[in-house]
């Protein structure tokens, strides 16, 4: 009754290098992404942290390095923020409802629909760009104003909120749709008591995280006239810029003190949006379900 | 196995099925007079054009338990969920025939299948309360029909009914999910109840669950059946002859060469027929283990 020694044997020598080959790989993939990203972040904090000062948070743009802040940029953003949430998560919410819970998926239509958000969400940024110079800038005459930015920014992030929010919806468990059904619920019971409450830390986190995106875009921003020397405080239906812009503008110019100030921007804009990805991951975690 | 030493000589169709309850069964079910509440006349269920089920007709009686059994894939599943029209959620089902439920057509233009759902109550295989509290789950059924009058009453009047109260009645407020899956399915049955329908179906309600809270379960079905008529799917033929007092034999026909497999129902009548004295010999060599 004794095992021979080969049934508990070593793997061949060649399995093993490969083994450890892959490991090494893996470990340098790593290292190079951790690092890129540590030295950018190092050098941009080396560099602006002296500049992160009320003046930046507050005073409008100005000619001389010392005076320039970011103040109208900064409440532009937040305003087109503010705007884009409002924007995006009705119609996103009700697209992915409709898709999810209400669309037959035998009608060409309906596929075609699904197929264009999927397409939609992989187009450049500058392409809306140029969709919103033309179209709401020009073609309807909305002007050079905060709100067209807001319109082009709550187009791009769309997609990204549809997809979010059916992937939430679609973890809702269909026994709890059955359940509510069998209980004489209408539809519109169904969905609107037990689908979407179910849904929404998801639908929340997408709609941070897309947010996240729309709030570092420049390029489509750039077309539709964020204007880079804005003294005054935005409003709606008046000329504006964002933070990003006005990032872009001070790397543009020959002193040495204004690309300070944009490694100082730069610091304002990865607060905001590490701020909001960490919102977006306690949101997860604190209403996970599990069924 | 000592099932097997003290078998009488002459053996049970059934091992381990108790002769005796299924004599006190025949004698419940032939002393009280019958009434119709289905009429289930060739029903036919297709999906996508594929029959699932095939010309059944019968008729199910108010206040008795019935109980569907057969193989896995004899449409007995889709069958129950006819009864309260849980099929037409499947966009590609079709039903035809006529269920009469006191006369009226479930399947007629003019009826609304949140009506009929209404009034038949249905629980599932697996316990599904809704990511809520326990107060909610049972709450939810009369919120969305209107009764706000006397709803904590209501509450536990169905938390009562499905033998659940005195275990949560301290934590209402808790959610549904901490309960065991016992009491989970106890939940779905109080959150029926709650509506107060005149049906309750059950698709294997105890398939997901441990003896202990399997026997909770055929006790309630069993008390509940004075005020309800229940309809049960179960894969478990003791669990059957334990709690029905009619029993329907499903099976499955194969139409090989288009490779399609359609539920046929090929016996119907009072449990301990069934189990003991069956016509057909499919019944029989399902009963007695030689078949599924």
């Known amino acids: 009754m004794s095992v021979s020694p080969n049934v508990l044997g070593s793997r061949s020598t060649g399995d093993r290098v490969r083994g450890t080959a892959f490991y090494i790989v893996l470990l340098v993939s790593v290292t190079i992404g951790f690092l890129l990203l540590g030295v950018l972040l190092v050098d941009v904090v080396r560099k602006g942290i002296g500049y992160v000062d009320f003046t930046l948070l507050n005073e409008p743009n100005s000619s001389d390095p010392q005076r320039a802040g970011a103040g109208p940029a900064i409440r532009g953003t937040i305003y087109m923020m503010v705007l884009l949430l409002v924007m995006v998560v009705p119609i996103g919410v009700g697209t992915a409802l409709y898709l999810e819970e209400y669309a037959n998926r035998e009608r060409w239509y309906n596929r075609l629909l699904e197929i264009n958000i999927q397409n939609l969400a992989a187009v450049p940024s500058i392409v809306y760009g140029i969709l919103g110079l033309a179209f709401l800038v020009r073609g309807i005459g909305l002007g050079r104003v905060l709100l067209a930015g807001a319109l082009i920014l709550t187009l791009l992030v769309l997609p990204t909120v549809i997809v979010a929010s059916r992937e939430a919806i679609r973890a809702v468990p269909d026994s709890i749709r059955q359940g509510a059904y069998a209980l004489g619920a209408t539809q519109w019971q169904v969905v609107w008591r037990q689908v979407l409450p179910a849904a929404i830390p998801g639908i929340a986190t997408g709609s941070i995280l897309a947010l996240a995106r729309a709030i570092g875009e420049t390029a489509p921003l750039l077309l539709v006239g964020a204007l880079t020397f804005v003294a005054v405080n935005p409003t709606i239906l008046g000329s504006f810029t964002a933070l990003p812009i006005q990032i872009y503008q001070w790397v543009g110019r020959p002193q040495e003190e204004f690309r300070l100030l944009a490694a100082a921007g730069i610091i304002v804009l990865l607060a905001i949006l590490l701020t909001m990805n960490a919102f977006a991951i306690w949101l997860r975690n604190r209403y996970q379900r599990r069924w | ?292």
């Open chain 2, 1 to 292: 196995m000592s099932d097997m030493e003290s078998a009488p000589a002459a053996p049970a169709k059934i091992p381990g099925m108790d002769e005796k309850l299924l004599e006190e069964r025949a004698r419940e079910t032939t002393s009280t007079k019958r009434e119709v509440l289905f009429d289930v006349d060739t029903l036919n269920v297709a999906y996508g054009g594929v029959p699932a089920l095939k010309d059944v007709s019968l008729e199910i009686y108010k206040n008795y338990v019935t109980a569907f059994i057969g193989p896995s894939g004899c449409g007995k599943s889709t069958f129950i969920r006819c009864f309260n029209r849980m099929n037409d959620l499947i966009p590609t089902a079709s039903v035809e025939g006529t269920i009469l439920y006191h006369g009226t057509d479930l399947y007629g233009n003019e009826v609304d299948p949140v009506e009929v759902r209404k009034r038949i109550g249905m629980v599932f295989q697996k316990p599904n309360p809704f990511p809520k509290s326990i107060y909610d789950n049972v709450a939810f059924g009369p919120r969305v029909l209107g009764w706000k009058k006397d709803l904590g009453d209501r509450v536990e009047r169905a938390l009562r009914h499905a033998a659940l109260w005195d275990e949560v009645k301290n934590r209402l407020k808790a959610s549904a999910y901490s309960l065991s899956g016992g009491q989970q399915q106890r939940l779905c049955i109080a959150r029926c109840l709650a509506v107060e329908p005149d049906v309750l179906l059950m698709d294997e309600p105890a398939s997901a669950l441990d003896p202990i809270s399997t026997t909770a379960i055929e006790d309630l079905m069993h008390d509940l059946k004075r005020e309800y008529t229940i309809v049960i799917v179960t894969h478990n033929m003791q669990q059957a002859a334990r709690v029905a007092d009619m029993t329907a034999f499903f099976s499955v026909e194969v139409d090989e060469e288009r490779d399609i497999r359609t539920g046929i129902l090929v016996e119907y009548d009072q449990t301990p027929t069934i189990f003991t004295n069956p016509t057909d010999k499919r019944t029989e060599d399902y009963v007695t283990g030689r078949f599924g």
